[in-house]
């Protein structure tokens, strides 16, 4: 000690200039670095050290000033508090603590970060020695990251620019720091990084690299490798020209939000006032980090390894706390206060049924628990309450607990709030389970009065589209055909509904004649088990499970998944509305969607030749349309089929062109009520001559060649017209059968007995070979992972949406183009509340004015008035409409 304090003392002897720059020890990173006491010196521009170094590797808020360019990885806000405690005896200069917090901005454009630390410095040194050289100081940084993601996978950059501030230490006061750094995640195995660390550097200090490559040799966080290494760039002295290395080796290793970590580092140790008078030491850092959702700590012992300056290895201790917006993975499985609300209200589509699905399915991996499910409001069709009623199904077996909630049930809402433990109902909503309807509409003698006539040519008797326009009602096999789809769909409902009450069917069957059941009948007589309004479902169900609960919604916190890029998983290809053979659309007021073949051959395209996407699930509700949009969307799925497996999952219905795109799966997945099937192929063509006849319209065609007219829509058909367009459509339709053969392994024979445009419930279809089992999406992702060889490494599987969301470009070019959603999308949606609603007497939910209109004119197929003339058409009855 003596020695050190005379040391000292000789340092305050000399001049400024001379004390920062002379009598120095070469160290791994040097710097110019002031003369002091024995030990560690580092340059000035150095952080605190912290549990563990990440230039490359998984990103906290701490990336402002480890490696700004990590802050793009980002997906929510994040705080971190870092401290480094050693005795001074370890003559280390590591001791500090440091505040961070970061935060992405929308649109992935940029990522913002700021920070505050203090450093102590200080080895068995007076702080009040003038120009004090090994002093503390403050540190303030602000940081930004971009995303170069469009144009470089993995690819960020991020600046950071810092403040020095001290009153003591000369070095460090009102010194600014420039840091620049890049991180590419190549894979998501691997991932380099690099930082050049005060590059505007002077006045004696001198700026560095810092480098790193992680690996991930299983491609997941449950085991993490750093190697990395600070290369010091020294000119100012002729004995320090070289860049000397100062190496880093770092690993993680756990599950499940526990692991454990190490980290090592070679420095320099000073041992006297000589040039070379040094040793190689190392510090050493271990210890635990346990995540919950929002909050993680890390902490452990620092050690040092041959060390001149200490006296035991025991140097200290570092640690980090974590907050995030973000959810980690976390140890604590469940929270036994807690229940889960999950409201089906305002969803519609494929992809908020993959939401609840998988809500459902993430609760489940947390541990039991209890869910809330508010059935009202939903607009799922009945093959999709099917599936959000299997995973109620699937959560109680895990040991769940599910309760339903009703403001007022369809026969369709109550068949999934059958399935759940209790039921719950509003006590002055009554349950309307009026049974099962199809409404079919017929327009062939309207367009007859108009003098409209419907020429449309058909193969075969079952291919019921073509007659809602010639006809004004069905013909005998397409009503024989109907009423056994709507059989099917009222067989299965009561079956279920018996099954889950444990009721006979024929006592479900007497329930639903005799509606609508007030509230408090269907308490006596068994159909749900309480009333409640909506504010004292909490006290009903701390009734029920004996405890104190909390009613909380889902987390809508992005959910941390640890993966440097886009991981291995299975692509779910929506296939949604009408097929046609241009781009995909949405047609806002109709609240109408269009798959376009141009789209979507592009995204299969991109799908087969993405070595991450290792199966692809097509998911298919979809009525049919154009042929050749069908042809084009089936052959492109037959190329991606060739290099990864491809897997069906058949919503409310795949029919005609929707079952044609089904055909290109290896396996296809239907629920019970899908409507399949409808294998037939129509020409349409309007003939409009009578029309104009009659409203004293002239025409002058001119025509050279036989069938020059036989798509106009001003002259009618020849019989030769008519058998001109027979000949092409029947030859589609061989090609229909040909291509369902090889698929299902039938003969063409077999095919055609199954097909001839008629529909069929998904029961019969499985029957009848046209699909290979029950299930949803659920089960179709499944079999999927399987085939595509995902292993079960006991995380979620992995599943990305295709087409993915707008971008913000995206977004502009349709704002200029007047293609947003408009507020009618919904049916009444811009209506309500302005004055322009009425209530519903039995159900008393409001009804709006514009429901009607919009509900007829989203009967017209859209694939009718969206092509340029007429074309063949493999169009299922589109205006289907079953009500329960």
């Known amino acids: 000690m003596a020695r050190l304090a005379q040391h000292a003392q000789s340092q305050s002897k000399r001049s400024r200039g001379v004390g920062l720059l002379a009598g120095l020890a070469l160290l791994a990173v040097p710097a110019a670095a002031q003369a002091g006491p024995l030990g560690e010196a580092r340059s000035v521009v150095r952080e605190p050290d912290r549990p563990y170094t990440v230039v490359a590797g998984e990103a906290d808020a701490s990336a402002v000033v480890q490696n700004s360019a990590n802050l793009a990885?980002?997906?929510?806000?994040?705080?971190?508090?870092?401290?480094?405690?050693?005795?001074?005896?370890?003559?280390?200069?590591?001791?500090?603590?440091?505040?961070?917090?970061?935060?992405?901005?929308?649109?992935?454009?940029?990522?913002?970060?700021?920070?505050?630390?203090?450093?102590?410095?200080?080895?068995?040194?007076?702080?009040?020695?003038?120009?004090?050289?090994?002093?503390?100081?403050?540190?303030?940084?602000?940081?930004?990251?971009?995303?170069?993601?469009?144009?470089v996978p993995g690819l960020s950059a991020g600046f950071t620019y810092s403040r020095l501030i001290s009153s003591g230490n000369l070095v460090a006061a009102n010194r600014n720091q420039f840091d620049l750094g890049l991180s590419y995640r190549a894979n998501r195995f691997v991932t380099l990084a690099a930082v050049g660390r005060h590059l505007n550097a002077a006045r004696g200090v001198v700026p560095?690299?810092?480098?790193?490559?992680?690996?991930?040799?299983?491609?997941?966080?449950?085991?993490?490798?750093?190697?990395?290494?600070?290369?010091?760039?020294?000119?100012?002295?002729?004995?320090?020209?070289?860049?000397?290395?100062?190496?880093?080796?770092?690993?993680?290793?756990?599950?499940?939000?526990?692991?454990?970590?190490?980290?090592?580092?070679?420095?320099?140790?000073?041992?006297?006032?000589?040039?070379?008078?040094?040793?190689?030491?190392?510090?050493?850092?271990v210890g635990l980090q346990v995540d919950t959702a929002h909050v993680g700590l890390a902490v452990g012992p620092n050690f040092a390894v041959n060390s001149g300056a200490a006296t035991q290895p025991l140097q200290g201790a570092s640690g980090r706390l974590r907050l995030s917006h973000e959810r980690y993975t976390q140890v604590l499985r469940t929270r036994p206060r807690q229940v889960t609300r999950i409201s089906l209200a305002g969803k519609s589509d494929d992809r908020d049924l993959a939401e609840v699905v998988w809500t459902f399915d993430g609760l489940a991996r947390r541990g039991p628990g209890v869910i809330l499910l508010e059935v009202d409001g939903s607009d799922f069709g009945l093959a999709q309450l099917e599936e959000v009623r299997e995973a109620v199904l699937r959560y109680r077996a895990q040991g769940g607990k599910v309760v339903a909630y009703l403001e007022g049930a369809s026969t369709f809402e109550y068949f999934l709030a059958a399935s759940c433990d209790r039921i719950y109902a509003h006590p002055q909503q009554g349950l309307e389970l009026r049974g099962v309807l199809r409404n079919t509409f017929y327009f062939g003698e309207l367009l007859g009065r108009l003098g409209v006539r419907a020429e449309f040519v058909r193969v075969a008797e079952y291919k019921?589209?073509?007659?809602?326009?010639?006809?004004?009602?069905?013909?005998?096999?397409?009503?024989?055909?109907?009423?056994?789809?709507?059989?099917?769909?009222?067989?299965?409902?009561?079956?279920?509904?018996?099954?889950?009450?444990?009721?006979?069917?024929?006592?479900?069957?007497?329930?639903?004649?005799?509606?609508v059941w007030t509230p408090e009948d269907a308490?006596?007589?068994?159909?749900?088990?309480?009333?409640?309004?909506?504010?004292?479902?909490?006290?009903?169900?701390?009734?029920?499970?004996?405890?104190?609960?909390?009613?909380?919604?889902?987390?809508?916190?992005?959910?941390?998944?640890?993966?440097?890029?886009?991981?291995?998983?299975?692509?779910?290809?929506?296939?949604?509305?009408?097929?046609?053979?241009?781009?995909?659309?949405?047609?806002?007021?109709?609240?109408?969607?269009?798959?376009?073949?141009?789209?979507?051959?592009?995204?299969?395209?991109?799908?087969?030749?993405?070595?991450?996407?290792?199966?692809?699930?097509?998911?298919?509700?979809?009525?049919?349309?154009?042929?050749?949009?069908?042809?084009?969307?089936?052959?492109?799925?037959?190329?991606?089929?060739?290099?990864?497996?491809?897997?069906i999952s058949m919503g409310n219905q795949a029919a005609s062109g929707g079952y044609w795109v089904a055909t290109a799966g290896q396996y296809i997945y239907a629920d019970a009520t899908t409507l399949t099937g409808s294998i037939g192929i129509f020409y349409p063509k309007f003939d409009f001559s009578e029309f104009l006849d009659r409203y004293g319209v002239g025409v002058d065609s001119v025509a050279i060649g036989d069938r020059a007219a036989m798509r106009s829509m001003w002259l009618a058909n020849s019989d030769a017209d008519r058998e001109a367009a027979m000949r092409g459509i029947r030859a589609s339709y061989d090609r229909f059968?040909?291509?369902?053969?090889?698929?299902?392994?039938?003969?063409?024979?077999?095919?055609?007995?199954?097909?001839?445009?008629?529909?069929?419930?998904?029961?019969?279809?499985?029957?009848?070979?046209?699909?290979?089992?029950?299930?949803?999406?659920?089960?179709?992702?499944?079999?999927?992972?399987?085939?595509?060889?995902?292993?079960?490494?006991?995380?979620?599987?992995?599943?990305?949406?295709?087409?993915?969301?707008?971008?913000?470009?995206?977004?502009?070019?349709?704002?200029?183009?007047?293609?947003?959603?408009?507020?009618?999308?919904?049916?009444?949606?811009?209506?309500?509340?302005?004055?322009?609603?009425?209530?519903?007497?039995?159900?008393?939910?409001?009804?709006?004015?514009?429901?009607p209109l919009l509900r007829t004119l989203r009967r017209i197929p859209a694939s009718l008035w969206l092509s340029e003339g007429p074309e063949a058409m493999a169009l299922s009855d589109h205006s289907i409409e079953i009500e329960g």
């Open 523 to 647: 308490r006596r007589m068994g159909l749900i088990e309480g009333l409640a309004w909506p504010e004292e479902l909490d006290a009903r169900l701390e009734g029920w499970l004996g405890r104190a609960v909390r009613i909380d919604a889902p987390p809508k916190a992005p959910v941390r998944e640890g993966h440097w890029i886009e991981p291995a998983h299975v692509a779910v290809l929506h296939i949604d509305g009408t097929i046609d053979d241009g781009i995909s659309l949405h047609v806002p007021i109709l609240d109408i969607d269009v798959s376009g073949a141009a789209s979507l051959t592009k995204t299969i395209a991109a799908l087969r030749d993405d070595p991450d996407v290792r199966a692809i699930v097509v998911r298919v509700d979809s009525p049919g349309g154009s042929v050749k949009g069908a042809q084009d969307i089936a052959h492109a799925l037959d190329l991606a089929r060739e290099v990864k497996p491809v897997v």
């Open 208 to 285: 560095y690299l810092d480098t790193e490559l992680a690996l991930r040799p299983t491609g997941t966080p449950n085991f993490e490798l750093g190697l990395g290494a600070r290369l010091g760039f020294v000119v100012s002295r002729p004995a320090e020209r070289d860049a000397p290395v100062q190496p880093r080796l770092r690993l993680l290793v756990g599950r499940g939000g526990v692991r454990v970590y190490g980290e090592a580092e070679l420095y320099n140790d000073y041992l006297g006032d000589g040039v070379a008078d040094f040793r190689t030491a190392a510090r050493v850092s």
């Open 73 to 151: 990885y980002l997906e929510g806000f994040n705080a971190v508090i870092d401290f480094t405690a050693n005795v001074n005896a370890a003559g280390r200069r590591g001791n500090g603590v440091g505040a961070f917090l970061a935060v992405p901005l929308p649109w992935d454009l940029l990522a913002l970060g700021v920070g505050g630390q203090v450093v102590w410095r200080e080895q068995d040194t007076a702080d009040d020695e003038p120009g004090c050289p090994d002093c503390g100081f403050g540190k303030l940084s602000v940081a930004a990251a971009v995303p170069f993601e469009r144009w």
């Open 464 to 515: 019921g589209t073509p007659e809602r326009a010639s006809r004004g009602e069905p013909s005998a096999p397409v009503a024989r055909a109907n009423r056994a789809y709507v059989t099917d769909t009222w067989n299965h409902v009561v079956r279920l509904i018996g099954h889950s009450r444990a009721r006979d069917p024929a006592v479900v069957s007497e329930w639903i004649d005799r509606a």
């Open 737 to 851: 059968i040909v291509r369902v053969a090889e698929a299902r392994a039938m003969t063409p024979e077999q095919a055609d007995a199954v097909a001839r445009g008629r529909v069929w419930s998904g029961v019969r279809a499985l029957e009848v070979g046209l699909v290979d089992r029950y299930g949803g999406l659920y089960e179709a992702v499944g079999r999927a992972a399987v085939m595509g060889e995902l292993a079960d490494s006991g995380d979620a599987l992995e599943i990305r949406h295709y087409p993915e969301d707008p971008t913000l470009v995206d977004q502009i070019r349709r704002l200029w183009n007047f293609e947003l959603d408009l507020p009618l999308g919904r049916a009444g949606g811009a209506l309500r509340g302005q004055g322009l609603a009425a209530i519903d007497p039995l159900s008393g939910r409001a009804l709006s004015f514009a429901d």
